[in-house]
């Protein structure tokens, strides 16, 4: 540009120099109690997580023993040996593997809040591996219930 020709606003804004870009804002905490409550949140989502995948391994042979009673709803002698098989799982064999007859029964029935096993539809199980033909209506359902609700001795020592 010439000294005679007069500048407009436009030349004396190209004129300007840039200013210096800012240094870039930290996501870093700024303090270090930010630092400690992160990684105290970290800790506790991992022993939630490792806390239920041990709940979870421990209650698989629930699962598979309710998978199996779906399976076979109407077969005493069957529903019969998931019991055993469930309650075999659950408890120390010393205690189980022994017990047949009314002391089945009477642990079945003490072993979970509920009761249909010694008076109940569940009495046919003790006979069922004898008579695989009987006939037991609401046997499913009770077995079902009591896999679901009963407490190994572990379980019943924690609140």
């Given at each position: 540009?010439?000294?005679?020709?007069p500048l407009n606003?436009?030349?004396?804004?190209?004129?300007?120099?840039?200013?210096p870009?800012?240094?870039?804002?930290?996501?870093?905490?700024?303090?270090?109690?930010?630092?400690w409550?992160?990684l105290?949140?970290?800790?506790l989502?991992?022993?939630?997580?490792l806390?239920?995948?041990?709940?979870?391994?421990q209650?698989?042979?629930?699962r598979?023993?309710?998978r199996e009673?779906?399976?076979?709803?109407?077969?005493a002698a069957?529903i019969?040996?998931?019991?055993?098989r469930t309650?075999l799982?659950?408890f120390?064999?010393?205690d189980?593997a022994?017990?047949?007859?009314?002391?089945?029964?009477?642990?079945?029935?003490?072993?979970?809040?509920?009761?249909g096993?010694?008076?109940?539809?569940?009495?046919?199980i003790?006979r069922?591996?004898?008579?695989p033909t009987?006939d037991?209506?609401?046997?499913?359902?009770?077995?079902t219930?009591?896999?679901?609700r009963?407490r190994?001795?572990?379980e019943?020592?924690s609140?």
């Open positions: 540009m010439s000294d005679d020709v606003l436009v030349d004396y804004l190209d004129m300007l120099e840039q200013p870009a800012p240094a870039p804002v930290s996501l870093w905490p700024q303090t270090g109690g930010w630092i409550l992160g105290a949140l970290l800790a989502v991992a022993w939630g997580v806390r239920w995948r041990r709940r979870r391994r209650s698989l042979y629930r598979q023993a309710l009673v779906a399976a076979a709803p109407d077969d069957a019969a040996t998931i019991l055993r309650a799982a659950a120390p064999r010393h189980i022994g017990l047949q007859g009314d002391a089945w029964l009477a642990f079945l029935d003490a072993s979970y809040p509920g009761s096993f010694c008076d109940g539809p569940g009495a046919v003790a069922a591996p004898y008579a009987a037991a209506p609401g046997l499913a359902a009770l077995a219930d009591w896999i679901r009963h190994p001795p572990a019943q020592a609140p």
